[in-house]
């Protein structure tokens, strides 16, 4: 038994020449368009491809960093807090991650970074402002923001603690607490320290250099704030309550009244400040304010 071709059988009614030629030229439109549907797809694959590859580049990579804003803060602490110091690819950064790595450092407040195509980057900063040193048992040193970040920490008077004072700026006043001081980028939290810097940063607009100058000692008991002016002169502020009014009395006895023989300057009542003189009882003063 042998196997009969397939196909019209040969007493089947002939095809017309023209409807054969209308199917053959069906069948090559649908195989163009086939190729045309491949060709396409392949090409849409190679651009895409081709664009990854030109992004996934080197050439594309973090070739310069910008930084500005900084003067406490290296660049180079900067740029390796940003996670840039390994040139990252462009397409590979995450601008909000740059910035929470760059602001965790203990003197930077704001950062804003931003790419610049085909490979820098600009990360602008403002740092914080100390308002006081503090003082711990021990030895300990530290730097601290009206917040009470830790800016810098250390023993003994040295490195950038010591140089707060030169160049003509006037030395910060010190807070002396008992505690542990924490390490930088850390908050300070001890009783009576937001007080003491509430206080240490009314200072710095209430007092000119040279009564700023005078400040020694910000001591911080909660509720009892008192500071230590050179020539062992004591300031009485009480509470953290109407400081600004405080320092302001403050500032007008200094620069009215001779202070050679004054121990104490009450201004709890910044309205009635009260001195107490060397060997003698307490007077009010009548020092007009302002």
Do not use: C, Y
């Not at 694959?45 to 594309?60: E, K, Q």
């Not at 990252?88 to 804003?112: C, F, K, Y």
């Amino acid at each position: 038994m042998t196997d009969a071709p397939i196909g019209p059988a040969p007493w089947g009614p002939p095809i017309d020449p023209r409807i054969r030629e209308r199917l053959a030229a069906v069948k090559r439109e649908a195989e163009r368009r086939r190729l045309r549907w491949l060709v396409g797809i392949a090409a849409a694959v190679a651009v895409v491809a081709l664009g990854l590859g030109i992004t996934r580049s080197p050439l594309l990579g973090v070739h310069h960093v910008r930084v500005s804003g900084a003067t406490r803060t290296s660049q180079t602490a900067i740029i390796e807090a940003a996670g840039l110091s390994h040139h990252p690819l462009m397409v590979d950064l995450d601008t909000p991650r740059m910035v929470r790595g760059v602001e965790a450092l203990p003197w930077i407040a704001t950062v804003h970074a931003s790419r610049h195509w085909p490979g820098r980057v600009d990360i602008d900063v403002t740092e914080r402002v100390p308002v006081a040193q503090v003082a711990a048992p021990g030895g300990q040193l530290a730097l601290v923001d009206r917040g009470g970040r830790v800016l810098e920490a250390g023993t003994g008077a040295s490195g950038v603690l010591a140089s707060l004072g030169a160049g003509g700026s006037p030395p910060l006043p010190s807070i002396q607490i008992k505690g542990t001081i924490p390490p930088p980028a850390s908050s300070l939290a001890l009783p009576g320290s937001a007080d003491a810097l509430a206080l240490a940063a009314a200072l710095q607009p209430g007092l000119g250099v040279s009564e700023a100058s005078l400040v020694t000692a910000v001591v911080a008991d909660p509720g009892r704030l008192r500071l230590t002016l050179r020539g062992d002169i004591t300031v009485l502020f009480g509470s953290a309550d109407q400081l600004d009014a405080k320092v302001l009395a403050l500032r007008t006895m200094l620069d009215r009244v001779n202070l050679a023989k004054v121990a104490v300057i009450d201004v709890r009542v910044p309205d009635a400040p009260v001195l107490t003189h060397v060997g003698q009882g307490s007077t009010v003063s009548t020092t007009p304010r302002g």
